[in-house]
């Protein structure tokens, strides 16, 4: 009779069964190391995955101890288990496997296993030490005045950056596996007290109901936490790579989720007007703070809307430009094989396609692609008469204003392109119409019951100061508001 | 709906007006500058001024070294037709949206300003704030001129004309001006075709170049139903005190060794307007300040100079009043705007007539000067 | 069912408010007439809109029968924005659009819009009305130097003709107090705060935009549309003219009013008809506008219009194959 799941990976009191089993379930992995060994006349062995445990933390933190408690005495079976299990203090990570399964589990992340001949029972205890990433400075953050630290792809050193920030008992991280067949190491984090617990709740049903096979980047499992995945135009669902603002988010009442094995956390719900804000507005001053910002509204507009308006300006009503600068396109386009449209469209795409491959490229062939995107296609493209000076000029600016919101990128460059096709072929009417739609897209979003446009649509006096600037940190500190605060009343 | 469905209504709204009309790129249309109208005996004359930018330099469109204006002339019976018949000419289409200046050639009167202009109305780039000004003689002699070299004769236009109505030794008029005045007389700058004097005459004539020519606005012309009347600088100055914008005067002033120029500016305007019985008294009282310096100091005793202006602006101004409103009755105050604003019924009752309304009225002007 | 604040439902209502005041025509009436009777309309309709957002909703029978009657006045409010927006704007850009295209577009992007709820078009609706009442600002600062208040007079032979001239146009084309009690009333807590937002904003509106028209235009101001007259003649130092931008505004405020509508008539048909999908409207309305937009046009340009509409009719009856979705 085959046996069941239960029966074939239960332990067994017999050593060599239980390794025979260990090894039968890991498939013979080679890098599965067991090794023997008698402690107090009893016959144990002891598994580690190679690479994933120190063996110096193995020797001094668990063989050690053991060896030094037990002395010379001769043990039974169970009283060695004990002494192992409850009588000594290995290492602060000890956890007993209720099976084979679970033991494997426990040594692919970097537990050492400890078996013994009579117990029908393992120890584990948590001596990781794979190679990890150092805590380095993020790649795609950056900032001036805070600070330099980015989370690495470790969760356990991720959530101890976060701890670091926020030594409050009321700092949660709820662990979580995610992945059929990776199962990825995941920690849903809140503040309780603050975080809503209808948030929380949908939140961890949510990454519970997650069915992918394979979780390996935090984009995986953005569209499991978003409400409207396949009717928004953007996310209700933001990432950072920065432990501070995770602690700051957090103390907005929001959540987030560190995943394993990526350097970015998701935290939701997001606003769109937290895309335009930084870590330097809070060290900066207010008035400083408020052009900043008014410089980051006009830099997403500019880099989404304004080669479609000037394509649909020049073409279709030319009379709103001045007559110095008329003069000056129509010179300069009198000369270009291509309309005006079929230029902006060409320039780019050329633009996205040098984004791409400054994003995929070695970091040996890097300024060879600079000087030939910039100077070479840049410069002999006017020269030769393909595109016009006026609109490299107006596409560099493009390009640059969409840099400095990095969260809004993709959709910076998916809606300048239909704002050009829009602006090219309809004018200011295909304009109209697209931002209609977007504009309803947008505040269509209501994620966790908290409108993606506020505190702007719909308004709200006590957010509306953080739309334009930052509020003062002595009212800040009176008033303790947290995202719920943006939730909408019917009627006010 | 899913994303996708506003990618395919982005999609739909191209395709559908992407292929309803013909497409014209703006900037393949001809840039008209500046409008000539002349009449002709069977119609009108058009010249345009159309921006040429193929001879205009290799980097900018405004290059010294090279003109970039064309000029070019089409007659027909109608304003619309002779434009019609230019654009065929020239192969383009024609862009009026950034017209600067329209100059009525000697016997065009905006008389019916509405089927004069008709062709202006009827194209949405048209620019209500376009300057109009009429010229002596024929208005394609004006915009073929050549003022300067490499300049565009129609911004120059323009300047020349603001410059004169600041100074108030002429009028600055638009399209809407005239669309929109109703009754009154559409007032228009004069534009004149000077030579320049040279000292060096003689010389010229050696080498045989022609004399620079140049464009003077002194003055204005007045049309109103049935004729038209012209205005001299000092006319001008008077309705410049009315215009409400920041004007000056220059007045040349006595002095015990000669003549002196004394800039006036205009200030405010108090008007009050009252009825006794069957009249409507308008009192206008222009306020001017003369702002001091040391020249005026040293020059002159500053109480004479107030008097002395004072008295030369009301000189003007009861000119004014008696050549107007008491020979010719050619409202050109807007007087008749004022009673259909302030005492509709009074305009009702004279069935909207503005020489009966216009015999009710008696204006004053008491001037104001103070240096200050 | 989702409600809105009555600032956002007064903002919906004022889509209806400028894109009918960007297309008004005077047709010869004075602007100040029009302007005083704007604030009589304004405020016979507050008055009226009071006692009649108190009313129960009907059931039974009388109450299917309301529903029929609303979800027909609005298709018919639907259909009449959008041939009004064409031929205005044939009017306004000859030549640049058909009226077929524009019909389309419009229909196509206000369902899109409308399946997006009734949340966001209202808050879109907020959005849109603020930037172009902002327009409007830097348009008045454009165009004020050409300001007389001189010519801001009520010498017309007419008057009472003109008043009640213009009194009905502003009752017949008002949308808006339909909308307030058919859509409104359900889906804000307080109707009444809403039309009297709505109803003072307006009366503000219509007789600012009026005055200023007629103090700047004169007597052109009644001919044709003067706040097209308006939008082209102000100039600043960055914008030259204004056309543009007003026409952006225009499209804007008639998608979300389209798109109110379009919501109000679902809202109606599935009291109707309990069983429908969510985008049955959309594939009705779809169809029935591209058909007007093609016997609009006149098949004049069939190898233009035919595809478009193709791609309509397809888009349609993909929306109504389309499953119900979670609202």
Not at chain 1, 238 to 243: D, F, G, K, M, V
Not at chain 1, 434 to 452: F, Q
Not at chain 1, 476 to 490: C, W
Not at chain 3, 126 to 134: E, F, G, N, R, T
Request: net charge negative; proline share 4%.
């Amino acid at each position: 009779m085959s046996k069941s799941r239960e029966e074939r990976y239960a332990f067994s009191e017999s050593l060599s069964v239980t390794l025979d089993a260990l090894r039968k379930l890991t498939g013979g992995t080679s890098d599965l190391v067991t090794s023997e060994a008698e402690l107090g006349g009893v016959r144990c062995a002891v598994a580690v995955i190679e690479g994933m445990a120190s063996t110096q933390m193995l020797s001094s933190a668990v063989l050690e101890p053991i060896m030094l408690a037990v002395g010379g005495s001769e043990q039974t079976p169970q009283g060695l288990f004990e002494l192992i299990t409850k009588r000594t203090l290995l290492t602060p990570d000890r956890k007993l496997p209720r099976d084979l399964p679970e033991a494997a589990s426990l040594l692919f992340a970097g537990f050492c296993v400890l078996f013994a001949e009579g117990v029908a029972g393992a120890a584990a205890f948590g001596v990781q030490g794979f190679d990890r990433k150092a805590v380095n400075e993020p790649s795609s953050e950056h900032n001036i005045m805070g600070s330099q630290e980015g989370f690495c792809e470790t969760l356990r050193t991720n959530i101890s950056l976060v701890r670091r920030r926020m030594k409050n008992p009321a700092l949660r991280f709820e662990a979580l596996t995610v992945g059929r067949e990776t199962r990825t190491d995941i920690a849903l984090c809140y503040l309780a007290g603050r975080a809503e617990s209808g948030l929380v709740r949908k939140l961890r049903r949510r990454l519970s109901d997650v069915g992918m096979d394979a979780v390996l980047a935090s984009g995986t499992l953005m569209p499991y936490l978003e409400e409207k995945e396949q009717v928004g135009l953007f996310s209700e669902v933001s990432a950072t790579e920065r432990p501070d603002v995770v602690c700051a988010k957090l103390n907005e009442g929001r959540a987030a989720v560190l995943i394993d094995g990526t350097p970015f956390a998701l935290v939701c719900p997001s606003l769109f007007v937290e895309n335009f804000r930084t870590v330097d507005d809070a060290c900066s001053k207010p008035y400083f703070v408020i052009l900043m910002r008014l410089i980051r509204f006009i830099a997403f507009f500019f880099a989404v809307l304004f080669p479609g308006a000037y394509v649909a300006v020049a073409n279709y009503h030319p009379e709103m430009l001045t007559l110095k600068l008329l003069l000056n396109l129509t010179a300069s386009e009198r000369s270009t094989p291509y309309s005006l449209f079929v230029e902006m469209l060409i320039i780019t795409v050329l633009l996205e396609l040098m984004k791409e491959a400054s994003v995929r490229m070695p970091k040996a062939v890097g300024s060879a692609i600079s000087i030939a995107g910039g100077l070479v296609i840049g410069d002999a493209a006017v020269k030769s008469g393909i595109i016009s000076s006026p609109l490299l000029i107006i596409v560099g600016l493009t390009a640059t204003a969409s840099f400095v919101i990095p969260g809004l990128a993709q959709q910076s460059s998916v809606l300048r392109l239909v704002y050009i096709i829009a602006g090219g072929t309809a004018g200011f009417f295909g304009i109209a119409v697209v931002s209609g739609m977007i504009m309803t897209n947008a505040a269509s979003m209501n994620e966790y019951g908290i409108p993606y446009t506020a505190p702007l649509l719909p308004f709200t006096r006590k957010g509306a100061a953080d739309i334009l600037g930052r509020k003062s940190l002595r009212r800040l500190e009176e008033e303790h508001s947290t995202v719920a605060d943006y939730r909408e009343a019917a009627d006010e | 709906m899913k994303r996708i469905w506003f990618f395919l209504a982005s999609a739909l709204l191209m395709l559908s007006a992407a292929g309803s009309r013909d497409t014209i790129a703006s900037l393949d249309r001809a840039m008209v500058h500046a409008v000539g109208i002349d009449r002709e005996d069977e119609g009108y004359t058009v010249t345009l001024q159309v921006f040429r930018p193929e001879s205009s330099g290799t980097e900018t469109q405004l290059d010294a070294g090279k003109a970039n204006v064309f000029v070019i002339t089409a007659s027909a019976p109608t304003v619309g037709e002779a434009m019609t018949l230019c654009e065929n000419r020239l192969g383009e289409f024609l862009f009026i949206g950034h017209g600067q200046v329209i100059v009525l050639g000697e016997g065009v009167e905006p008389d019916d300003p509405r089927r004069l202009f008709a062709y202006f109305l009827s194209s949405k780039e048209s620019y209500l704030g376009i300057h109009l000004a009429c010229t002596e003689g024929k208005a394609s002699v004006l915009l073929s001129a050549e003022l300067s070299e490499g300049a565009v004769a129609a911004q120059n236009l323009v300047n020349i004309i603001e410059r004169h109505a600041e100074n108030s030794s002429s009028v600055s008029c638009t399209l809407l001006d005239v669309l929109g005045c109703g009754e009154c007389p559409a007032v228009l700058p004069l534009l004149r075709l000077t030579k320049t004097s040279d000292s060096s005459e003689g010389q010229d004539s050696e080498s045989g170049s022609e004399p620079a020519l140049t464009v003077s606005a002194d003055g204005a012309e007045a049309f109103f139903r049935g004729g038209k009347q012209h205005l001299t600088p000092e006319e001008c100055s008077v309705l410049a005190l009315f215009d409400g914008q920041e004007r000056v005067n220059v007045l040349r002033v006595p002095t015990g060794r000669g003549d002196s120029a004394v800039t006036v500016r205009n200030g405010g305007l108090r008007k009050s307007v009252t009825k006794e019985g069957d009249r409507i008294l308008f009192s206008f009282e222009p306020e001017t300040a003369v702002r001091n310096d040391q020249s005026l100091e040293t020059l002159f005793d500053l109480a004479e100079l107030e008097e002395y202006c004072r008295r030369e602006l009301q000189g003007r101004c009861e000119a004014f009043i008696s050549r107007f409103y008491g020979d010719e009755k050619t409202d050109l105050l807007g007087l008749c705007t004022m009673v259909k604003s302030r005492y509709p019924q009074v305009w009702l009752d004279c069935g909207g007539d503005a020489e009966r309304v216009l015999g009710l009225c008696e204006a004053g002007i008491s001037v104001k000067c103070e240096i200050k | 069912m989702s409600r809105i604040s009555s600032y956002q439902a007064a903002a919906l209502m004022l889509c209806f408010t400028v894109a009918r005041l960007i297309a008004y025509r005077p047709e010869g009436d004075s602007l100040v007439m029009a302007a005083a009777a704007e604030l009589l309309a304004c405020l016979g309709m507050f008055l009226v809109s009071i006692p009649l957002s108190k009313l129960p909703s009907a059931g039974g029978f009388g109450g299917r029968v309301m529903s029929f009657a609303a979800a027909g006045y609005c298709l018919f409010a639907l259909t009449l924005i959008l041939a009004d927006f064409a031929d205005a704007m044939q009017y306004s850009f000859p030549g640049f659009y058909s009226p077929g295209a524009i019909i389309l577009a419009l229909a196509a992007a206000a369902a899109y819009s409308a399946s997006m709820g009734l949340q966001g078009c209202a808050r879109a609706a907020c959005a849109a009305v603020i930037l172009a009442l902002l327009t409007f600002a830097l348009m008045t600062l454009g165009a004020c130097e050409g300001i007389d208040p001189e010519r801001l007079n009520i010498a017309v032979p007419d008057r009472g003709g003109q008043l009640s001239r213009q009194l009905t146009g502003a009752f017949a084309r008002s949308a808006e107090l339909p909308m307030l009690l058919i859509l409104m009333r359900r889906r804000t807590a307080k109707p009444i705060r809403a039309a009297a937002v709505y109803f003072a904003v307006r009366a503000l509106l219509w007789c600012v935009t009026l005055a200023l028209c007629a103090s700047v235009l004169g007597e052109l101001g009644g001919v044709g549309e003067p706040f097209w007259s308006l939008a082209a003649f102000a100039k600043t130092s960055v914008v030259e003219r204004f056309d543009a931008l007003v026409m952006l505004f225009w499209t804007l405020c008639t998608l979300l009013s389209a798109a109110a509508l379009l919501i109000c008539f679902g809202e109606r048909l599935s009291e109707l008809l309990p069983g429908l999908s969510k985008y049955a409207p959309a594939a009705v309305i779809l169809p029935a506008v591209t058909a007007y937009g093609l016997i609009y046009a006149g098949f004049s340009r069939p190898a233009a219009v035919i595809p478009a509409a193709a791609s309509g009719i397809g888009a349609a009856a993909a929306s109504f194959c389309h499953r119900r979705s979670r609202v």
